[in-house]
DNA sequence: TCTGGGGTCCTAGGACCC
DNA sequence: TCTGGGGTCCTAGGACCC
């Protein structure tokens, strides 16, 4: 039997998500910035028709801004991240086969729906995630991820289509598949777009009939694997239980470039931190650490990128030991006469923590941090903020994000709950 | 003058994604 | 003044082995 997707995508998730909590806001234009307020990084459609790419540097459209009345958001993660958890509830309820692909889409499989049933049930589930949630989503289907990709795209750009669009079933996909740009493909982004060019292929009707070796040939089995999913065959199969992070990483930039070695330490140790957390909560354990610090890659004055690798004694997820190892690396980076304006934490040969050969010395100590860092979490968790910290995380942050348009905490903080004055109307 | 061949493992970097 | 952050997979090439 073939396998059908589906391919449930939030419309401009962020933008949305900010429009839950002021309903006002609906029909007007509405951007998200990314951290430190820095780029466009969600549009609704009127801030799209407004002309507003995304990415673009927020100071570069300060006049559209004005002209069109856009409302602007600093980026609000711990919202972003509830509200997404609730779809995904919906989701999991109505198709337990179903993939988490990214905060704002997920993959079901719906080959058990009959074919006649497929169109509205996707109709259904579309009002049922906006009834509850209030988040607007496109639902597209196919045989193969790559099919209900696009079929999604088309959902989304077809206003007759009302978000919900299916290969499967359709009297005459070819034809469809002759209106898609080859940059829609998921998967195809500048160079292969380039490739597809100079190789006189113009749509993805067109890849999808091209000679399938001569891909292999030019872009090896990630080429081939395009050609063969347009044509109906299953190359990325539905991924239900995602492997634990192989590498995690948290860098940001400053709120304003850092001179003194002592801040860069703070910053620094504090994402060092964040990656423990991570490594915490997947359960594993790492056995090496990087740190780079660099400048601002647009200054004109002195530049300086660098990076050190530490790998540990000892495979460890515990903040203290990796801040430890972290600041030994970060020290011998460190160069005087700089302005840092980005640091950041990677961690990779992540490993399992389970089993692991340690030395009895090392057990006893390890253990005991291991129950201080579980209590740590968990008031962390609970107060959803940064309550308890180690010492040279510093608690000042002065270099901590801008984010001067950040709406409240309203689904994940007490004290930023929405308040309904009933008297008033 | 002649100078193997096949295999594995690791890493860096490219390309892409949201 | 102001320019995001966090990932995955694949490939090519070097090192090393027998």
Redesign the pocket.
């Known amino acids: 039997m073939n396998k059908i997707f589906a391919l449930v995508d939030c419309n401009n998730f962020y933008a949305s998500c900010e429009r839950i909590f002021h309903p006002s806001l609906g029909g007007k234009p509405v951007v998200v910035l990314?951290?430190?307020d820095?780029?466009v990084?969600a549009r609704s459609e009127e801030a799209k028709r407004a002309g507003i790419k995304m990415?673009v540097?927020?100071?570069e459209i300060?006049d559209l801004i004005k002209q069109h009345g856009v409302h602007v958001f600093s980026t609000n993660y711990a919202l972003y991240g509830d509200i997404s958890q609730r779809v995904m509830n919906i989701l999991a309820e109505s198709s337990p086969d179903m993939e988490i692909?990214?905060?704002?889409?997920a993959f079901l499989d719906l080959s058990a729906i009959s074919l006649n049933q497929l169109q509205n049930h996707a109709i259904a589930l579309q009002s049922k995630i906006l009834k509850w949630t209030g988040i607007p989503v496109s639902i597209g289907i196919g045989y193969t991820k790559i099919q209900a990709?696009l079929a999604n795209h088309i959902a989304k750009t077809d206003p007759d289509r009302h978000g919900v669009f299916s290969l499967v079933g359709h009297p005459d996909p070819d034809s469809v598949l002759e209106e898609i740009p080859l940059n829609e493909?998921?998967?195809?982004?500048?160079?292969?777009?380039a490739?597809f060019e100079g190789a006189g292929i113009a749509s993805a009707r067109e890849l999808k009939y091209c000679d399938e070796n001569r891909i292999r040939e030019k872009l090896?089995?990630?080429g081939q694997r395009l050609v063969l999913e347009l044509r109906g065959t299953v190359c990325y199969p539905l991924n239900q239980n995602p492997?634990?992070?192989?590498?995690?990483?948290?860098?940001?930039?400053f709120g304003?470039?850092l001179t003194k070695y002592e801040e860069l330490e703070a910053a620094t140790a504090d994402?060092v931190d964040?990656v423990a957390r991570?490594l915490r909560k997947q359960k594993s354990l790492a056995q090496s650490v990087l740190i780079f610090i660099m400048t601002?890659k647009?200054?004109t004055g002195p530049k300086y990128v660098n990076y050190k690798i530490v790998k540990l004694p000892v495979p460890t997820n515990q903040s203290h030991e990796l801040i430890h190892f972290a600041l030994i690396a970060l020290k011998s980076l460190y160069r005087e006469g700089f302005r840092y304006?980005?640091s950041?934490a990677?961690v990779s040969e992540v490993i399992p923590d389970a089993g692991q050969q340690t030395s009895l010395w090392d057990e006893k100590g390890r253990a005991k941090h291991k129950k201080l860092l579980k209590v740590i979490d968990k008031i962390n968790e609970n107060a959803g903020l940064d309550v308890v910290k180690f010492a040279v995380q510093d608690t000042d942050s002065s270099w901590g994000?801008r984010q001067h348009h950040l709406s409240p905490h309203y689904t994940t903080r007490w004290n930023d709950i929405l308040e309904i004055n009933l008297d008033d109307h």
Do not use: H, L, Q
């Open positions: 990314s951290n430190n820095g780029c990084i990415a540097p927020v100071f300060s692909y990214s905060i704002d889409e990709k493909i998921w998967g195809v982004g500048e160079k292969y777009s490739f090896g089995v990630v492997a634990n992070k192989k590498e995690i990483c948290t860098s940001r930039s304003r470039p994402y964040k991570k601002n647009y200054d304006k980005k950041g990677i994000m």
